[in-house]
């Protein structure tokens, strides 16, 4: 079984290091050393380029034709090698990446120069002998330079390329934990900022729980059920007149008589809607209920309102019943205390301060809840963006340690 070594950010940085002062750091000066060499030659070769563009131009101005023409190829040839030397410029800064780059430049410098030299210095001889020499001689050592470096970049600094990168990876993984514990650190002030607002609105919320559950405000609910009970089985008691009152009214609308009334109208309209508030209305007795069910006989019995037989019995008797045996009474009675009853405790001035208190502690919880979901949306925000950091922090992390087993051929773990 292969042996894992753990390490933290910190410890494996620390390790990395020990391991780059033994093979990185004298790579790096070496390729210090050569870079200097390299940009010594390509010195001495442009004061070698300049040379040959100087006399190639006192030739010119000459007008020797023997000369005149190899002059101009020399001069122009010159000053192509010195715009080729000034494209190469040494990397400041030193990495396997760079140094490379410019190995590679300078590889394709030489490849140029050396078709330049064989396809026009034959053609320049016999002149310029002791100029072409001078170049040629400090050529071959710059190119020499040139090749000392590339082998040395392409065999040797090459082995630290994955050290080298490990190392900036490393200190990329250090920057993103250190943002990660940056990004926990305000989760955890945002959490802070919160609860007290959750606590708040917990608190405001049973504050209203117990006003509505309480006092004024549950009796008043209370007593609505009961209005509300007491209307359904009002509703239930006439809904055998339901058919015979519309019946009425669109009589009554066309003109078809029946001696019913415009307040006779409105009084069907209630009864019909809302049975507890007619009662409550209504004079004990209900004179004016009694009233239009007498009217209702008298269309039954010469059935103006075109009811079925059944319909027709059910409402005669539901009349009879009403008229004779006064059987709203006790509910009319009953609708009368419960909407004194409840007309009090609207008008109360306990009830008053209760409303007053519940729309404050709303309007508290509401504004309350707008800056809880502000802070939730930021939080979500932070919770997304330290999970997109954790997913690279992860990849980072297998992406050193196998960097490190294909480096040092060491299988290790960052927790």
């Known amino acids: 079984m292969t ?76 000053q192509i090698f010195i715009d080729r030397l000034d494209k190469l410029s040494i990397p400041e800064q030193i990495t396997y990446d760079t140094v490379n780059k410019y190995s590679i430049e300078a590889q394709k410098t030489i490849i140029v120069t050396e078709i330049d030299i064989k396809n026009w210095f034959p053609k320049i001889s016999p002149f310029f002998i002791m100029d072409r020499r001078k170049f040629l001689t400090v050529y071959d050592k710059t190119k020499q330079t040139f090749t000392t470096l590339h082998e040395f970049t392409t065999k ?29 650190t305000e989760i955890q002030n945002i959490q802070n900022e919160r609860t007290p607002i959750e606590e708040k609105i917990t608190n405001l919320e049973q504050k209203t729980a117990e006003l509505k559950t309480a006092g004024p405000i549950d009796q008043l609910n209370l ?30 609308t066309s003109g078809g008589g029946g001696g019913i009334t415009p307040d006779d109208l409105r009084v069907i309209n209630i009864y019909l809607d809302n049975p507890v508030e007619a009662l409550t209305i209504e004079e004990t007795g209900y004179p004016t209920l009694k009233k239009i069910l007498e009217k209702l006989q008298t269309m039954l019995k010469e059935d103006k309102l075109k009811l079925k037989p059944d319909k027709a019995r059910k409402s005669e ?16 009675e009953k609708s009368k205390t419960l909407t004194t009853k409840r007309q009090q405790l609207l008008t109360s001035t306990h009830m008053d301060e209760i ?3 519940l729309n404050l502690y709303e309007e508290q919880i509401e504004q309350l809840k707008a800056r809880k979901t502000s802070i939730e949306a930021h939080e979500n925000i932070k919770k997304r963006e330290l999970q997109e950091l954790q997913t690279d922090i992860n990849n980072r992390k297998r992406n050193i340690e196998r960097n490190i087993t294909e480096a040092f051929t060491k299988t290790i773990q960052i927790t």
């Open 3 to 78: 042996d894992i070594t753990q390490f933290t950010t910190t410890t494996l940085k620390e390790w990395i290091e020990q391991k780059a002062d033994t093979s990185l750091i004298p790579v790096q000066e070496q390729t210090k050393k050569l870079l200097n060499e390299t940009n010594q030659a390509i010195t001495v070769l442009r004061e070698v380029c300049e040379s040959l563009l100087e006399n190639s131009n006192k030739e010119i101005e000459k007008r020797n034709m023997k000369v005149y023409n190899r002059a101009r190829a020399l001069n122009k040839l010159s």
């Open 156 to 184: 040797e600094y090459v082995k630290t390329k994955t050290l080298q990168e490990t190392i900036h990876l490393i200190n990329d993984l250090k920057n993103l934990e250190n943002k990660a514990t940056n990004i926990q």
């Open 223 to 252: 007593i609505t059920n009961e209005i509300e009970t007491l209307n359904n089985d009002l509703k239930n008691n006439l809904r055998h007149l339901q058919k015979p009152f519309i019946k009425m009214q669109a009589l009554a």
């Open 317 to 332: 008797q539901t009349a009879t019943e009403l008229l004779t045996k006064n059987t709203l009474n006790e509910p009319q």
């Open 355 to 357: 409303k007053q208190n």
